[in-house]
């Protein structure tokens, strides 16, 4: 009766317009997968499982920062980046604790993911942080993950590593100028780049019919290829 109705409420179509930047959750992202979104390639809509997936995890986000905003430890929440860098973002909340600032990170994980988080945050977690240690000049941030299953919290207290950051931004500086001034789709990634990633992206990628022919501009008057299908039950975002 309700469910299938539902899912259609939910449902909702993405297709990213094309941007001339970076967003600091495109750290860790395969690079080709950036090359399509940035060129604002199609992808399949989001379907009504996942969507509502990806709602909880706003939830937790605003239930956590409320919370935050409730101990009077908030010194400011969803701050941007500042204008005309190389990358775009806002991070989640930034707090005082004994006289310091903290950037903090909230994350919402899968149970999987979450035990897995034992002994210190995800790599790519770990790095968006930095980014924004980076920019807002901070020395010191926490990821804070939610296990989406049971609501256990774990932190992670980091200080700014230059050297990491100074390696992401050479890292997307040349992701910039291979996709934005040369206009290439950037080579298949090789076992060696795979190693970093943190699940297998090309499982639940939108862009393997692009990707799999080498497809580096849109035929605006070809047909388009038709879209990979979404997996409902295991999506990229149960991963996170
Ligand atoms: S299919 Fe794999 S290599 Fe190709 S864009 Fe997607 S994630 Fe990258």
Redesign the pocket.
């Known amino acids: 009766m309700l469910i299938d109705r539902l899912d259609q409420y939910f449902l909702r179509e993405e297709r990213d317009r094309p941007r001339d930047y970076f967003y600091v959750s495109e750290v860790g992202k ?1 690079p ?2 950036i090359y ?1 979104a940035v060129r604002g390639f199609p992808r399949p809509p989001l379907d009504g499982l996942t969507a509502r997936k990806l709602a909880v995890g706003d939830d937790a986000h605003r239930r956590l920062v409320q919370a935050l905003y409730g101990m009077g430890i908030v010194v400011a929440a969803e701050v941007p980046i500042p204008p005309g860098n190389l990358f775009h973002g806002r991070c989640d909340v930034i707090v005082s604790l004994d006289g310091k600032n903290y950037v903090v990170e909230i994350k919402t994980a899968h149970p999987y993911t979450f035990e897995q988080m034992a002994s210190g945050p995800r790599r790519d977690h770990y790095l968006q942080l930095q980014l924004y240690l980076h920019y807002f000049g901070i020395p010191q941030g926490i990821v804070l993950a939610e296990n989406k299953a049971t609501q256990e919290l774990r932190e992670f207290v980091v200080p700014y590593d230059k050297a990491e950051v100074g390696r992401v931004l050479g890292q997307f500086e040349r992701l910039r100028e291979l996709i934005f001034i040369r206009g290439e789709l950037p080579p ?2 090789g076992s060696e780049e795979k190693r970093d990633w943190e699940f297998d ?2 499982r639940y ?1 939108p ?2 019919p692009f ?1 799999s022919e080498n497809v580096a501009a849109l035929d605006r008057t070809a047909p388009e290829p038709a879209p990979a299908e979404r997996v409902p039950r295991e999506t990229l975002f149960d991963l996170d």
């Open positions: 395969c080709r997968q399509y298949l990634p992206q090309c990628c862009y393997v990707c």
